[in-house]
């Protein structure tokens, strides 16, 4: 069986890159680059006449990303900045585009951090704000309520790096939004399915984070032990299902 809406992480990065009309000599934001899954694609797009700045408040993923892009470091075609997107250290209107993946949920001043990439932005300048929906993932299970129990205990975890969690986070992003005042929002969704639990799927690391997870939401050893050799069963038998859910909303700046 196969799926066109598999999960490929280069090419989710890539169609990011393409929601917020990045053209060749673009001056383009990642607001919580984290590692920088993005920026290979955003210094594709920008060519040798743009420039991206990865902006994030923690260390260690910042100096991950450095060592990825070491040239376009040296050639000043990326700048990395540690700070908080609160408080991005740029003059106002420098930004063609600011992309914003998986951070919101993270924060409790939501409305403050579509105020601040408004404000880096031109006249004009797209923001992405884009999340999945952890909440909203569809696992098929024979086990009903345990399945439940892991797939939410996970949505709503919070994670030492982040100040909040919120895994229904992809279905608020248009509220969130609403009333910022941009000239136009447009709301996208996608649904990304993998049919098979192989090394490298994303439904493969779901799973892994779930059974890491369970002891924190009160599932025992011998359940989840159970749950996952039913799940193996069933995609030896060709009975898995897994979808991940993601919403963004691009906002255009009054030009
Ligand atoms: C889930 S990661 C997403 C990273 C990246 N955007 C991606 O799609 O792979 C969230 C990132 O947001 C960063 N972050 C969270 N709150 C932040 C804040 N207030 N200011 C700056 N970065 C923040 C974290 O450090 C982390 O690297």
């Not at 999945?132 to 024979?142: K, N, P, Q, R, T």
């Not at 309520?145 to 939410?152: M, N, P, V, W, Y």
């Not at 919120?166 to 279905?171: C, T, V």
Request: charged share 25%.
């Amino acid at each position: 069986m196969h799926t066109s809406q598999k999960w490929d992480a280069v090419q989710f990065h890539e169609m990011l890159v393409d929601l917020c009309e990045i053209d060749s000599g673009n001056h383009v934001m990642d607001f919580g680059c984290g590692i920088g899954r993005s920026l290979k694609a955003m210094l594709e797009a920008v060519g040798d006449s743009g420039k991206v700045v990865g902006l994030d408040r923690m260390a260690q993923p910042l100096s991950e990303a450095a060592s990825q892009f070491i040239h376009e470091i040296e050639g000043k075609r990326l700048e990395l900045v540690q700070a908080d997107v609160l408080a991005a250290p740029f003059p106002d209107g420098q930004f063609d585009a600011v992309l914003c993946q998986n951070v919101v949920e993270c924060m409790h001043e939501r409305e403050a951090l579509v105020a601040e990439a408004k404000r880096l932005l031109k006249p004009g300048g797209r923001l992405l704000l884009g999340h999945h929906d952890f909440d909203g993932i569809i696992l098929a299970s024979e086990d009903r309520e345990l399945t439940k129990r892991l797939i939410h205990g996970f949505a709503d975890h919070k994670q030492a790096w982040q100040d909040a969690a919120e895994g229904r986070m992809g279905r608020l992003l248009p509220g969130l939004v609403a009333n910022a005042g941009f000239a136009s929002v447009n709301i996208e969704a996608k649904l990304f399915v993998d049919l098979d639990l192989s090394p490298g799927t994303y439904a493969g690391d779901y799973v892994d984070w779930l059974v890491d997870l369970a002891p924190t939401v009160g599932v025992s050893a011998e359940d989840i032990a159970r749950w996952t050799s039913r799940l193996s069963v069933d995609a030896a038998e060709g009975r898995f299902f897994f979808a991940l859910p993601w919403i963004g909303a691009i906002c255009r700046k009054q030009g």
